[in-house]
């Protein structure tokens, strides 16, 4: 199944490695952003099937974004992507509707078999 | 071979250093204002970034030290630790020793952190404080002096500009030198010499400042082909060859998707399933080549596999059925000018057209793309046995070698990539059929367009050239898509490296010329558009018909 992504991660060595990993699955990335501002602009304008998202951002946390987005469209997949693997932290992310977490550094098939099941689960 | 590993170490590198200046500009600010949350938030982030993707890429070394003190600057920030001496000496030089680690990524010694600041990082993050001052003892990790990266980014398009510049001053150079030489001015002409060495040293550094490696398209190559050749249930082993090849970056840009293309079709429509190759006593695998090499200013690529080939009978039934060409006509084509239809817009050897395409559909539009860079295409196909594409392409963009010649006073030019030869012939040479004249070389009957009737249809005959013409011609074989046409020119000028510019409305629509040049002389010159007038006048295979309204 091919969806479209959208990838929100401060850095861009991260963001390569993430999109070269699921187009190369091919998904087809629909955006990348660096900052939460640019995450929100993106996810309305590009309207993405599911949102990589990064935790830790430059102007606020991925956290924060996570709720803006699932006030606007509840129905938004996201999968949390973050090198911060505190069970707080993955469970207050779950908490307010992040679909699944994954955390950083990841394994590639590993990634894939998530988001596979995600957005399998979303179908159903 | 820059594989996808090196590309990642690379980024990770680059961003890395740029990270690290940003941490140091913030913990410098930090000194001044220690409870600045933002300082500090930044500099957590930063290290966050550099514990995982350091991880990620397995510099574990750089990963555990970012992890230290990422975890003391998060103490930090929950105020359990002060940011002041002598821990803030010791966050510098630890950060000190971050940068040290980048800086010599490639010196196994410099990725081995020095115990005592680790140790003592471990002392802060589990008694909040250091006992004693060990900050004199410290090895000193600061840079001795400040480096620049070796390395910028420029964006294509302030190359592009750079280039047109270039092609500029190029016209104004062979003005100068034909003033010179015109004036007999001896002066002008030491000026004009060194102004030709200078703008072409300019050039040649412009042009390679443009070059990427092959690589670029090449490496990316073995995933898509695993890709299609699953989709497609084929066996593939496939070569690459010619990653190092060097070719203007825009260029490569323009041909990706023909390449992709060609393996594509190469995959599907070329080699055959497994148990189909075995019945055929071929390998189980079908072999799939791309290779790259370069010759002076041209690039080829090729594209061979050892599939089905294309079946020439086939293709000459298609171009019936499509109207490509009466019946009557198409058994007189040689394999290559039959070969030459799977190019033309429309044509399709697939009965049904799949998702990936039927051999043929599309090649149009890869034959598109290499004319509009002044490359050419060319197939060579053994039914059964397999084909091979091949792509001729300039390896840059800028200027293009070009015969200069003339025609009722008027200067032309012809790209010299699309010149198969240029002879003097004797007019008996020439054979007539009605109002058309051909030229038998090689036993290959090839149309001639006179080019004075061509300019000028009203007043001249390719037919006067018996009666009352010169008793030799010149004669500039040009070759597109395996159709030959000859041109007769009144005068052979140069060959002359040209700057062309394309047509401005209102004449840009007139499809007979590619473009337009400006010679030393000031002269306008006008190029010919070979594509376009092969269409015109050797589509029909022979007899050719001029146009009267021409």
């Known amino acids: 199944m091919k969806h479209k992504i959208l990838v929100v991660d401060d850095s861009y060595y991260m963001r390569v490695v993430l999109k070269n990993l699921l187009s190369d699955a091919g998904h087809e990335i629909v955006g990348e952003a660096g900052t939460g501002e640019e995450a929100l602009k993106l996810s309305e304008s590009k309207d993405p099937d599911l949102i990589m998202l990064d935790l830790i951002l430059p102007d606020t946390t991925g956290l924060e974004v996570l709720k803006v987005i699932h006030a606007k469209k509840p129905d938004q997949h996201v999968i949390i992507v973050s090198a911060v693997g505190q069970d707080m932290v993955v469970e207050e992310a779950l908490e307010n509707g992040a679909d699944a977490y994954i955390v950083k550094p990841f394994n590639e098939e590993n990634v894939l078999q998530v988001i596979g099941e995600v957005m399998s689960n979303a179908k159903s | 071979?820059?594989?996808?590993?090196?590309?990642?170490?690379?980024?990770?590198?680059?961003?890395?250093?740029?990270?690290?200046?940003?941490?140091?500009?913030?913990?410098?600010?930090?000194?001044?204002?220690?409870?600045?949350?933002?300082?500090?938030?930044?500099?957590?982030?930063?290290?966050?970034?550099?514990?995982?993707?350091?991880?990620?890429?397995?510099?574990?070394?750089?990963?555990?030290?970012?992890?230290?003190?990422?975890?003391?600057?998060?103490?930090?920030?929950?105020?359990?630790?002060?940011?002041?001496?002598?821990?803030?000496?010791?966050?510098?030089?630890?950060?000190?020793?971050?940068?040290?680690?980048?800086?010599?990524?490639?010196?196994?010694?410099?990725?081995?952190?020095?115990?005592?600041?680790?140790?003592?990082?471990?002392?802060?993050?589990?008694?909040?404080?250091?006992?004693?001052?060990?900050?004199?003892?410290?090895?000193?990790?600061?840079?001795?002096?400040?480096?620049?990266?070796?390395?910028?980014?420029?964006?294509?398009?302030?190359?592009?500009?750079?280039?047109?510049?270039?092609?500029?001053?190029?016209?104004?150079?062979?003005?100068?030198?034909?003033?010179?030489?015109?004036?007999?001015?001896?002066?002008?002409?030491?000026?004009?010499?060194?102004?030709?060495?200078?703008?072409?040293?300019?050039?040649?550094?412009?042009?390679?400042?443009?070059?990427?490696?092959?690589?670029?398209?090449?490496?990316?190559?073995?995933?898509?082909?695993?890709?299609?050749?699953?989709?497609?249930?084929?066996?593939?082993?496939?070569?690459?060859?010619?990653?190092?090849?060097?070719?203007?970056?825009?260029?490569?840009?323009?041909?990706?998707?023909?390449?992709?293309?060609?393996?594509?079709?190469?995959?599907?429509?070329?080699?055959?399933?497994?148990?189909?190759?075995?019945?055929?006593n071929k390998p189980e695998m079908g072999s799939l080549e791309i290779t790259a090499h370069s010759d002076k200013d041209i690039v080829i690529i090729e594209v061979r596999d050892d599939g089905n080939g294309i079946d020439v009978e086939k293709v000459k039934k298609h171009a019936v059925s499509g109207n490509f060409i009466s019946a009557d006509r198409v058994n007189d084509l040689n394999e290559k000018e039959a070969l030459s239809f799977i190019f033309e817009p429309g044509f399709s050897l697939s009965d049904k057209i799949t998702e990936v395409s039927g051999r043929g559909v599309g090649l149009d539009i890869v034959k598109n793309t290499v004319d509009s860079i002044g490359g050419k295409v060319e197939v060579i196909s053994r039914f059964g046995k397999g084909t091979t594409f091949r792509l001729i392409l300039p390896n840059s963009i800028a200027l293009t070698g070009a015969l200069l010649f003339e025609v009722l006073k008027v200067p032309y030019a012809i790209p010299l990539i699309h010149i198969e030869s240029v002879s003097r012939i004797p007019t008996s040479h020439l054979h007539f059929v009605g109002k058309s004249a051909f030229i038998e070389i090689e036993k290959e009957t090839i149309p001639v367009l006179y080019l004075r009737e061509f300019f000028n249809s009203g007043i001249y005959r390719v037919s006067e050239l018996v009666v009352d013409g010169d008793l030799t011609q010149n004669l500039i074989i040009v070759s597109y898509n395996n159709r030959k046409l000859g041109l007769i020119a009144d005068a052979l000028i140069r060959q002359q490296e040209i700057v062309v510019k394309p047509l401005q409305n209102p004449i840009a629509d007139i499809d007979l010329y590619s473009g337009v040049t400006v010679l030393g002389t000031g002269e306008v010159c006008l190029v010919l558009d070979v594509p376009s007038m092969s269409r015109q006048f050797s589509i029909k295979r022979n007899p050719v018909e001029l146009n009267e309204n021409i």
Do not use: C
Not at chain 2, 239 to 258: E, F, H, M, P, Y
């Open chain 2, 1 to 280: 071979m820059k594989d996808r590993e090196q590309e990642y170490r690379e980024l990770f590198i680059a961003e890395a250093l740029h990270e690290w200046d940003e941490m140091n500009r913030h913990i410098v600010e930090l000194e001044k204002f220690p409870e600045d949350e933002q300082f500090l938030s930044e500099i957590f982030r930063l290290l966050h970034n550099m514990k995982a993707n350091a991880k990620a890429i397995g510099f574990n070394t750089i990963s555990e030290l970012s992890h230290k003190l990422e975890t003391i600057f998060s103490l930090i920030r929950t105020n359990e630790i002060e940011f002041k001496e002598p821990i803030s000496s010791v966050l510098f030089k630890g950060i000190d020793m971050l940068g040290n680690m980048l800086r010599n990524i490639d010196d196994e010694n410099a990725l081995i952190p020095d115990e005592s600041i680790l140790k003592l990082l471990d002392d802060i993050i589990s008694e909040k404080e250091i006992k004693s001052d060990h900050r004199s003892v410290l090895k000193n990790y600061a840079p001795s002096k400040v480096s620049l990266s070796d390395l910028i980014y420029i964006q294509v398009k302030k190359l592009d500009e750079l280039m047109n510049l270039v092609g500029e001053l190029i016209i104004d150079r062979d003005r100068i030198a034909s003033i010179a030489e015109r004036n007999e001015d001896i002066e002008l002409r030491h000026v004009s010499s060194h102004l030709e060495r200078v703008t072409k040293d300019l050039q040649t550094g412009i042009m390679d400042a443009r070059l990427v490696n092959m690589g670029n398209l090449f490496n990316k190559i073995p995933k898509i082909i695993r890709d299609i050749s699953k989709e497609e249930n084929k066996l593939i082993d496939l070569s690459v060859t010619g990653q190092d090849i060097q070719i203007d970056r825009n260029i490569l840009q323009k041909i990706t998707d023909a390449v992709l293309h060609i393996l594509r079709n190469a995959i599907a429509h070329g080699i055959e399933k497994p148990e189909e190759r075995i019945k055929r």
